[in-house]
């Protein structure tokens, strides 16, 4: 079964910049579209930045100029530059990518565990 593995999470102050990861392992026989949401305590859970296959980014107005996303060469990998990072940004992260696992088969949805980033005042 295919799996999402996040990691590069942690404990930044403002104006700081962290790097989140997450690689797609298991059994995948093709990936569109990768992405990071996160969610904040009380609040719904939001799209942060996705890429598609192709390479189109879409990002959430909140993160414009300061975010970047992007693949790996191997397109089974996506990061997450954050650079001017600010308290708001606190939350929790989490991978997202659109799979197949068997030709012919329906695209899913899977998640990774989750990576907490912290942005201290």
């Known amino acids: 079964q295919a799996q999402l593995v996040e990691s590069g999470g942690g404990l930044v102050q403002a104006g700081g910049s962290l790097r989140l990861s997450c690689a797609a392992s298991g059994s995948i026989f093709s990936i569109n579209a990768m992405g990071w949401y996160r969610q904040a305590p009380g609040k719904q859970r939001e799209l942060v930045a996705a890429i598609t296959g192709g390479g189109s980014t879409n990002y959430a107005d909140s993160v414009k100029g300061r975010f970047t996303v992007s693949r790996g060469n191997a397109k089974n990998t996506v990061y997450l530059q954050m650079n001017s990072l600010k308290p708001e940004d606190t939350a929790v992260y989490y991978c997202?990518?659109?799979?197949?696992?068997?030709?012919?088969?329906?695209?899913?949805?899977?998640w990774g565990q989750g990576t907490q980033v912290t942005v201290s005042s």
């Open positions: 997202h990518a659109d799979l197949m696992e068997v030709p012919g088969t329906p695209w899913y949805g899977y």
